[in-house]
């Protein structure tokens, strides 16, 4: 035990007492708090405020999910094809006693149940190779309700290779839901047959009201074709692989064939642009994928990433971008060797920025990158990539494939 | 109640969370911001906004995460914002006049040592002229001494905290120490 450390506690305990309690002071501040009270003009007022913050907070929340999932194009597209199966069976309350014994030619069986006070109806379902997606209404919802992760079973019960999922209300009407399920490999079968679990939960209680549904529908078949194009920026080459379309969807197959100075996994970041100008947004960052096997570069060094767009929305080229590639490592950028940091910010000093970054502990959200001083104009993403590509860790390309789409 | 229970309902929103928080965490977090401030009841204000602030953010807090680490460091880092607030500063003549006398040997020892400073404090006088002394440093140098003697981060975590390279820390913590080395020499030339 060195000295130091004992007399610094020995000043500790002799000038802070044991028997110190904060807690009295704090319970009564929090309660203060709770309490505030106001005078009933400057409440009303204060409601006011309040309920228009909310509506324009609802607002803008409505029109990112609207843009979310009902603004999906390849989902419209289907839809409007006639490819989504209705289901929206008479509402019948019960349980489901066996989700998975339905008859053959019923889309779902017992489709409408009840349970923690709410009556869920499955609207309708949709299946392709990418991605299934389903319309839950409820009866009963309330604000603070949420659904949680959707579980999709196969016929014998076993858990689906479910992947990625995410849900979103209605913009129109908060009680109906879209579930979307993106599987981590495509689906195979003529038929999806199988169960559909979806459970609600709130702040008190995390799984309140559960919900089986079984689950009948087709699975639209991929179209796979080649392209076989090449791109180079920054001297690095990325290869165009393989294209994979369903109705509703399409997965696109990179390589690096150079890889770049550091030797590991990197990954392209993609913009994918329609005909008309517009622009839809990939499933998430782009996912590693070893293609070690692949169609032609026999290159490790792949990743794979999926757009809502397939080929029912009948579009003739794509033009896709890739103006980031990265390099994916297991240490977070705090973790990096302090002298690559150092190296970094030097490089970003002569741009006149000044960003570092933060280990994410503190529960305020102060963590991550910290930018003290930028370029006007200039937002905190660019500086980030900015900072990744000073590290080295980062290209800017941008590497571009236009794509003719078979029709 | 564990740790782990006691954030999940503060999560929730129940206040029994925070109690066990504040009745398992305060004392330490008292006499660490005491350390920096030199002030108990800024100390104590100092600890009972870092408390609030758990209470208003606990929704975004990652239960997994070990509690107590990062809350000592927000204290550091408040009580540090608190004492260049608060200028608690003294001038190096109130030192002089403040310090009770060391002996011609002791104060040799403090100049001559090439090691750390810890290795010279034996009883609770040198605690005091210590005390003094780290008055006269600045917050900023009095946290690193707090954090590598009171609350024993290795280097690596304090170069986290400080978002700066080990040898930054290297540098800043001997800083400090020669600073103390300075001051406690300067006892000696003021007699």
Not at chain 1, 130 to 157: E, M, Q, T
Not at chain 2, 146 to 159: P, S
């Amino acid at each position: 035990m060195n000295k130091l450390h004992s007399a610094l506690h020995a000043i500790a305990r002799r000038d802070i007492p044991e028997t110190t309690d904060l807690w009295p002071l704090i319970a009564a501040r929090i309660e203060r708090k709770d309490t505030l009270s106001m005078n009933p003009k400057l409440k009303l007022a204060w409601t006011f405020v309040l309920v228009l913050l909310g509506l324009i907070l609802a607002t803008t929340a409505a029109y990112a999910l609207y843009r979310f999932i009902f603004n999906d194009p390849g989902l419209q597209a289907v839809g409007d094809a006639g490819l989504v199966t209705g289901v929206n069976a008479t509402a019948q309350p019960t349980l489901l006693p066996d989700p998975l014994s339905f008859t053959q030619g019923q889309r779902a069986a017992l489709a409408t149940q009840i349970d923690g006070g709410l009556t869920a109806t499955l609207v309708s379902a949709y299946a392709d190779a990418h991605r299934l997606s389903f319309v839950v209404h409820f009866d009963g919802w309330k604000p603070d309700y949420a659904i949680g992760i959707p579980f999709l079973y196969d016929a014998n019960g076993v858990d689906y290779n479910a992947g990625r999922t995410n849900a979103a209300a209605s913009d129109s009407d908060p009680n109906t839901w879209t579930i979307n399920i993106l599987p981590f490999s495509e689906l195979q079968m003529e038929r999806f047959t199988g169960k559909l679990h979806v459970y609600v939960e709130n702040a008190d209680n995390p799984r309140f009201a559960e919900f089986d549904f079984a689950v009948d529908v087709p699975v639209g078949k991929t179209i796979t074709f080649q392209p076989m194009q090449s791109g180079t920026a920054d001297g690095i080459e990325i290869r165009l692989e393989k294209v994979e379309m369903s109705p509703s969807h399409t997965r696109i197959y990179t390589c690096v064939v150079q890889t770049p100075t550091l030797s590991g996994k990197w990954i392209p970041f993609w913009n994918i642009a329609l005909p008309d100008g517009s622009g839809v947004s990939p499933d998430e960052e782009a996912e590693y994928k070893d293609l070690a096997a692949g169609p032609s570069s026999g290159t490790a060094n792949c990743a794979t990433t999926g757009f809502p767009i397939g080929y029912e929305s009948h579009i003739k080229t794509l033009r896709l971008t890739a103006d980031h590639l990265r390099f994916l490592f297991d240490k977070a950028i705090w973790e990096l060797p302090p002298a690559d940091l150092q190296a970094a910010q030097q490089k970003l000093a002569a741009q006149g920025i000044q960003a570092s970054y933060v280990e994410p502990a503190d529960p305020s959200g102060d963590s991550g990158l910290r930018v003290t001083k930028k370029p006007a104009g200039m937002d905190d993403e660019a500086v980030q990539w900015l900072f990744m590509e000073a590290l080295g860790i980062e290209y800017p390309g941008p590497w571009s494939f236009t794509v003719d789409l078979p029709q | 109640m564990d740790e782990q229970q006691a954030i999940q309902a503060l999560k929730h929103g129940k206040i029994d969370g925070l109690a066990f928080l504040v009745s398992t965490y305060q004392l330490k977090a008292i006499r660490v911001a005491y350390l920096v401030t030199h002030d108990p009841q800024l100390a104590q204000d100092v600890v009972q906004d870092a408390f609030l602030q758990v209470h208003r953010s606990a929704g975004s807090f990652d239960a997994r995460r070990p509690f107590e680490p990062w809350f000592m460091r927000s204290v550091v880092r408040a009580a540090v914002k608190a004492a260049h607030k608060a200028d608690r500063q003294l001038p190096l003549s109130s030192l002089q006049s403040q310090a009770p006398g060391a002996d011609d040997d002791q104060a040799e020892r403090w100049l001559v040592a090439q090691g750390s400073v810890e290795a010279q404090v034996e009883s609770a006088e040198e605690e005091q002229r210590i005390w003094q002394a780290l008055r006269q440093l600045s917050p900023r140098q009095r946290a690193v001494i707090v954090q590598r003697y009171f609350l024993e981060m290795n280097e690596k975590e304090m170069a986290l905290e400080l978002q700066a390279a080990p040898g930054t820390v290297k540098w800043l913590l001997n800083a400090a120490r020669r600073r103390l080395r300075s001051l406690l020499g300067s006892e000696r030339s003021a007699r």
